[in-house]
């Protein structure tokens, strides 16, 4: 396993990590959760992320519960706030009263005394920006948060909160968590640009499009049982025939390479000096076996023309 500088930080994260968006607490049984977070450990994976969001709380249970028996300083975790947590009207945002009473809420499901990033998962444009960083600063000086991230955020908004962190000395935010894959590349013409000057590190999620850049779908008709997409309509409708005729076409790059046509997409997406790591999902120890292949594999520069004829 290779690592990398997160944004400007000193801290080091493994190239690819592990997250448990609709996969730990939820669909994927508790004893391959487990398994799988322990593979990915074992193999050197030091970053895990999981939101208070994800299945209202469970994620970060069980994630908490099978980091315990490792080395507190062995492993960088990671959690969000900003998500809906209750019905009443401050069960949402990033207000100081969410931000803070969330925080104390992931460290008790966790069961530690620190996460190393606390991340706004997304905007929140009912919250002034110095109330959400100044929240978050006051977290980092009482040790229980060591970075500052967001998610999701446009480089306007990313730019205006640097803006108000120097303005009152407050803890900078150092990594965004923004989608990046073949299929979505928005982050390349602001995003990454900004990250670079501002020493903002980027940990991208659905590097693999939610597994369409696996190989697995064969067809829009022909969607497995035992996928993401077969259980929630929102991913099947971002799998087209164009997109599977790309991946297979891709796959033939890949198997020149002999790796797979995921681990090319993985060190597609790693080719970008300011991604820190890849985010993926995984729900049974053999995706992950697969993922971590992808650490360390470098692409010619005549192969990301290739493909780039492919998916431009």
């Known amino acids: 396993m290779k690592y990398?500088?997160?944004?400007?930080?000193?801290?080091?994260?493994?190239?690819?990590?592990l997250g448990s968006w609709l996969t730990y607490g939820g669909y994927v049984e508790?004893?391959?959760?487990?398994?799988?977070?322990?593979?990915?450990y074992g193999l050197g994976v030091n970053f895990f992320d999981t939101a208070n969001v994800y299945e209202r709380g469970a994620a970060e249970k069980v994630?908490?519960?099978?980091?315990?028996?490792?080395?507190?300083?062995?492993?960088?975790?990671a959690t969000k706030v900003f998500g809906e947590m209750g019905e009443g009207p401050n069960d949402r945002g990033l207000s100081r009263k969410h931000i803070t009473e969330q925080c104390h809420a992931s460290l008790k499901r966790l069961g530690v005394e620190y996460v190393d990033i606390m991340y706004c998962h997304r905007y929140d444009p009912n919250t002034p920006l110095d109330e959400t960083l100044r929240a978050l600063d006051d977290l980092v000086r009482q040790g229980k948060v060591f970075y500052i991230g967001v998610s999701e955020w446009t480089a306007a908004q990313m730019t205006d909160a640097l803006s108000v962190a120097d303005r009152y000395?407050?803890?900078?935010?150092?990594?965004?968590?923004?989608?990046?894959?073949?299929?979505?590349?928005?982050?390349?013409?602001e995003i990454i640009p900004l990250g670079e000057r501002r020493g903002i590190g980027q940990v991208v999620f659905s590097p693999l499009a939610?597994?369409?850049?696996t190989g697995k779908y064969t067809s829009v008709t022909d969607i497995p049982e035992d996928s993401r997409a077969a259980k929630r309509e929102g991913l099947r409708k971002g799998?087209?025939?164009?997109?599977?005729?790309?991946?297979?076409?891709?796959g033939r790059i890949a198997?020149?390479?002999?790796?797979?046509?995921?681990?090319?997409?993985?060190a597609w997406v790693l080719r970008q000096p300011s991604v820190a790591s890849a985010l993926v999902g995984a729900s049974t120890p053999e995706q992950v076996e697969e993922n971590v292949k992808a650490s360390g594999i470098e692409l010619s520069a005549e192969m990301v023309q290739r493909i780039e004829d492919i998916i431009a």
């Open 63 to 77: 994630l908490g519960e099978t980091l315990r028996g490792y080395p507190r300083e062995s492993y960088v975790l």
């Open 4 to 17: 990398r500088r997160l944004g400007g930080s000193g801290l080091k994260v493994s190239e690819i990590s």
């Open 30 to 40: 508790k004893t391959n959760a487990v398994k799988a977070i322990e593979t990915a």
């Open 169 to 189: 000395l407050l803890d900078p935010i150092v990594v965004n968590q923004p989608v990046y894959n073949m299929f979505n590349r928005y982050i390349e013409q």
């Open 239 to 250: 799998i087209t025939e164009e997109k599977i005729t790309k991946v297979r076409e891709l």
């Open 255 to 266: 198997a020149e390479l002999d790796i797979s046509v995921g681990n090319l997409a993985l």
């Open 210 to 213: 939610q597994g369409l850049l």
